[in-house]
């Protein structure tokens, strides 16, 4: 196959089709695969510890280490994989609308996530939702709901938080969920990213025929100082439906 007919997901990993300088690198890790500190909050939704989810993710993870391209790759210990449900606010992104319009731009981090806390206390979390593998790139994972009725659901999540903590990233419509592996280094030659388009459609059938629905913890408001450990500090149990009579 030529490199004209790569997959458009995977144009962003190779140096034929992208030439713009990589999203992060100099602010969330270095050229040398280190993550600098970039403190934030975030909710996120974690692997269970022990499931079959987590064995079947963290086995793809480990082909990904086995790739030659791997040193190309920074990545992100297996005990931090996560799905992003809801972005939260960043150092490196104090600006309008990645922040809340009624608080100062220049305030601390740890004094948003105080903040965000508060306007979170009484929530009333949405209802439930199951996610599935649908893609893989270099990086890591893509998810979406399962069903219609998931998407619904992962929508009604994302409205809600966007309305309580006040701010709506430009994305929040078309936001795709993922689980991270690791941040890009170094953009893939033409022989790579063609070799590694079969690979990744691999780990998406694989991940498919262990864990057809992915197993999640629930979503969980979380700060962080870098992009290796997010500590939970409030968790949203799902409701569950109320039985048909």
């Not at 970039?38 to 510890?49: A, D, F, Q, S």
């Not at 993710?57 to 992003?84: C, N, Q, W």
């Amino acid at each position: 196959m030529s490199i004209e007919k790569l997959a458009p997901h995977l144009h962003a990993f190779s140096e034929f089709h992208t030439s713009s300088p990589i999203p992060h690198l100099g602010t969330r890790y270095n050229a040398a695969g280190r993550f600098l500190p970039e403190p934030g909050n975030t909710v996120v939704c974690h692997l269970p510890i022990g499931s079959e989810t987590e064995a079947a993710i963290v086995a793809a993870r480990d082909r990904y280490l086995g790739m030659p391209e791997a040193r190309k790759l920074a990545f992100t210990p297996s005990s931090s994989l996560h799905m992003t449900l809801f972005q939260g606010i960043i150092e490196h992104r104090r600006s309008l609308p990645f922040w809340p319009d009624d608080v100062p731009l220049h305030t601390p981090i740890e004094d948003m996530t105080a903040i965000f806390l508060d306007r979170l206390v009484g929530f009333e979390p949405c209802g439930p939702f199951e996610v599935e593998v649908i893609k893989a790139t270099p990086i890591g994972l893509t998810l979406d709901g399962v069903t219609g009725e998931d998407r619904l659901a992962l929508k009604a999540w994302r409205n809600r938080l966007a309305g309580l903590l006040g701010y709506r990233h430009p994305d929040h419509e078309t936001y795709t969920f993922h689980i991270t592996f690791a941040y890009l280094m170094e953009r893939f030659d033409d022989q790579a990213i063609l070799r590694w388009q079969p690979f990744l459609e691999d780990i998406v059938l694989e991940i498919a025929d262990h864990v057809p629905v992915l197993e999640l913890n629930p979503p969980a408001f979380c700060s962080f100082e870098d992009m290796n450990h997010f500590e939970e500090l409030l968790v949203f149990t799902p409701k569950t439906p109320t039985p048909s009579v």
